[in-house]
């Protein structure tokens, strides 16, 4: 089973951590969490890897149905974006949020999974339509 959603871009890793904050926030996510995950191997590992950050992103009104669903969904969330260096481009990848139906076998959070799908996606074809622009 696939569980990310994932899109290429040319965009340099500064400019396409900007774009996917900007690309995310249209669709009613805010981040709730920065990790920078190449600073943080460097600091207690001494261990040196490419740009890569993970965004943790909440949309309040479906986090709010979810866990009325389930309480034991914020083990799922907030929705997690990870943007990393590929190469000379970047990889803007977002947890499948299909995953939390698969996960629980809860039928009942099917409708909210959806529409972060379809959220999250519209945010990723933004990025890509964004691409094509510059």
């Not at 929705?79 to 009942?108: H, K, S």
Request: aromatic fraction near 2%; charged fraction near 30%; glycine fraction near 6%.
């Amino acid at each position: 089973m696939r569980y990310d959603r994932t899109v290429r871009l040319d965009a340099d890793f500064a400019t396409a951590v900007t774009r996917t904050r900007d690309a995310i926030a249209e669709q009613g996510f805010g981040i709730l969490t920065e990790i920078d995950v190449t600073a943080t191997l460097k600091a207690k590992l001494d261990h040196d890897m490419e740009d890569y950050v993970i965004l943790g992103a909440c949309n309040p009104p479906l986090a709010h149905r979810a866990l009325d669903t389930d309480r034991s969904i914020g083990l799922l969330l907030p929705c997690n974006v990870v943007v990393r260096r590929d190469g000379d481009g970047t990889v803007v990848q977002a947890l499948d949020p299909n995953t939390m139906v698969a996960l629980t076998e809860l039928d009942a959070l099917r409708p909210v999974a959806e529409e972060a799908t379809r959220r999250l996606d519209a945010a990723l074809a933004a990025l890509v339509r964004t691409e094509g622009e510059n």
